[in-house]
């Protein structure tokens, strides 16, 4: 037996037999992919037959059932009862990205076309995937909503649990550094730029089946790098949160909330008294 023998029988013996019991990070990937192309079949798939974009509907359920395999024995329902009612929910999850789509084509100057955002805008790709992993959260399927929600995560730098609520005509601009909790809840037309924060003020694990994130009401705009904690800060309808904000509590509906920093800049300096730094 060589050495690498020997490390892998090691391997072996320490591991435990549910570690291979995981579903496939690549899996998860390519069900993601196939979903969006099945979705919306954008380009030259425009031009394929109605048989031919069924055929991507049913690679689609296959791909999911060959991602489901692994976590069979934890589902609270039959494999394929998940599976069918997974695929029966494709026509609300289209019409939701439709309008998340729009929101973002009617809100964002750049925005050329639905179709530029569907196929070129990062948000738009963050908030598909939460809305497909959403739906396999709600059916209680576990770990492979996580699995999609960090391949959108990693390919975009938004994280979005599939277990937050988020309504109709959602829109993040940029996109970066968002990051979105479990038990937060969004409403309908809602804004939110690069590096916000929606959070739990404590991460005690004992809170796990507790509301630890805020609650976001209809048409509030909330702007880069604002950070709003805990399950009882509630930002009503129709506010504006301004950039580099922190709350941790509640604002009254038709607010604006600003933070207010102060510059100075001094002048006729002694150039004998700068000290010379490198960073």
């Not at 507790?210 to 509030?220: F, L, M, Q, S, Y």
Request: charged residues 20%.
């Amino acid at each position: 037996m060589n050495y690498l023998s020997k490390v892998m029988a090691e391997l072996q013996s320490s591991r435990h037999n549910s570690e291979f019991d995981m579903p496939s990070r690549d899996l998860a990937q390519r069900f993601v992919e196939e979903a969006m192309n099945t979705l919306f079949p954008i380009s030259a798939r425009r031009t394929k037959s109605s048989c031919e974009q069924e055929s991507l509907l049913y690679q689609l359920e296959a791909t999911l059932k060959l991602l489901l395999l692994p976590v069979k024995k934890d589902l609270p329902v039959p494999l394929e009862k998940i599976t069918h009612d997974f695929m029966k929910s494709l026509p609300g999850i289209y019409k939701a990205l439709l309008k998340d789509a729009d929101a973002i084509q009617q809100f964002d100057p750049a925005a050329g076309s639905i179709g530029e955002v569907i196929i070129a805008y990062p948000g738009f790709f963050a908030i598909m995937v939460y809305r497909l992993s959403n739906v396999l959260n709600h059916l209680d399927v576990p770990i492979i909503p996580r699995l999609m929600s960090e391949h959108a995560h990693n390919k975009t730098g938004i994280d979005i649990h599939p277990g937050a609520t988020i309504g109709e005509s959602f829109f993040i601009d940029h996109g970066t550094g968002v990051v979105i909790g479990e038990s937060a809840i969004i409403k309908n037309n809602v804004k939110i730029y690069q590096g916000v924060t929606l959070g739990a003020l404590q991460v005690k694990k004992s809170l796990a089946k507790k509301k630890r994130h805020p609650t976001v009401e209809d048409n509030v705009i909330i702007y880069s790098n604002a950070t709003i904690l805990g399950g009882n800060t509630v930002i009503g309808k129709n506010c504006v949160i301004g950039g580099n904000v922190w709350l941790t509590a509640s604002v009254q509906s038709n607010s604006i909330v600003y933070h207010k920093n102060e510059i100075n800049v001094r002048t006729n300096l002694d150039e004998s008294k700068i000290i010379n730094f490198q960073i």
